[in-house]
């Protein structure tokens, strides 16, 4: 059973950093459409069916995966996951700005200029990044 949550693991990780990287791209060009255009209802449509039908789902999914995988595995005391487990909890913290934003520019209250868009965007990559590495080469 254990390869077959590993594998739905990954899955829902894939997914979730699918959502993540897209998600702020969105809001980058929302914030180019005039409040109340067509174009500004189809991003408000696009984020929040993307924020419900995949990003959150696929985050539940990681977590309760991951955190079987670490039970079953036994990897709650190695020092590797530790790490991986403070950069899953960041992850989960930009997930929920990306929420607020989402709420924000549903009513048309976004306060954030493209360019802190385009930063924000690099985050879930370099956690991404730093997750990987210590997953595949379990450093310390």
């Known amino acids: 059973m254990y390869e077959w949550i590993k594998a739905l693991h990954v899955i829902a990780v894939i ?25 500004s209802e189809t991003f408000k449509i696009m984020e929040r069916r993307l924020l419900k039908a995949i990003i959150n789902p696929a985050m539940i999914v990681t977590w309760l995966a991951g955190l079987y995988l670490a039970w079953s ?37 976004n306060e954030r200029s493209r360019k802190f868009y385009r930063i924000i965007n690099e985050v879930p990559t370099v ?3 730093g997750a990987v590495i210590l997953v595949i080469v379990k450093p310390f």
């Open 15 to 39: 997914a979730w950093m699918a959502g993540m990287l897209y998600l702020p791209r969105l809001f980058v060009y929302h914030c180019e459409a005039e409040v109340g255009s067509k174009q």
């Open 73 to 109: 595995g036994q990897w709650f005391s190695a020092g590797w996951f530790h790490g991986k487990l403070l950069l899953v909890i960041v992850m989960s913290g930009i997930h929920g700005f990306f929420v607020r934003w989402v709420k924000a520019f549903a009513a048309d209250r």
């Open 127 to 129: 956690l991404m990044i």
